[in-house]
């Protein structure tokens, strides 16, 4: 064991994860809302999905997959400080949430919820996007942990 490693690192890189969680929501709210009026081109249509549909499918379907994945993140950071407190922590960060949201989001979430052409579910269990997501998410993750563990 390393002479830094504390629970409190730990808790530390959890909290991260719940904020990156929050952060990686609204950055997702705000790419589909921009998705959308560029595909509909209309500002009701756009409003009316912004207001309602899209808010509600963050909601339920991506949740507890971020929750899972910026949490078992900041988990690994905080256990691993000494690493983490390097630039190559980022680094790390983002490769584990891009492993985490591979395995999350194209494989356990598809077993969940079938995909059906066009739905939400479908898109998020794309390989390419599920792995860019997750790479955002971990490297946020990282990011916010680095703020709050200062030493």
Do not use: C
């Not at 078992?72 to 690493?83: A, D, E, K, Q, S």
């Amino acid at each position: 064991m390393s002479r830094d490693f504390s629970f409190g690192k730990i808790f530390l890189g959890i909290a991260a994860g719940l904020l990156s969680t929050s952060a990686g929501l609204i950055l997702a709210y705000a790419v589909g809302v921009v998705a959308i009026a560029i595909r509909t081109r209309e500002l009701f249509a756009t409003l009316l999905v912004a207001f309602t549909y899209l808010p509600l499918m963050l909601l339920f379907v991506l949740l507890v997959p971020n929750i899972v994945i910026t949490s078992t993140v900041g988990l690994t950071l905080g256990i691993g400080v000494n690493f983490a407190k390097h630039a190559a922590g980022l680094v790390a960060g983002a490769i584990a949430g891009l492993v985490l949201g591979e395995i999350i989001f194209s494989v356990v979430l598809p077993l969940l919820v079938v995909p059906q052409p066009g739905d939400f579910t479908s898109i998020i269990s794309n390989h390419y996007l599920s792995g860019t997501y997750g790479l955002i998410l971990g490297a946020l993750t990282s990011r916010f942990f680095r703020w709050l563990n200062p030493d």
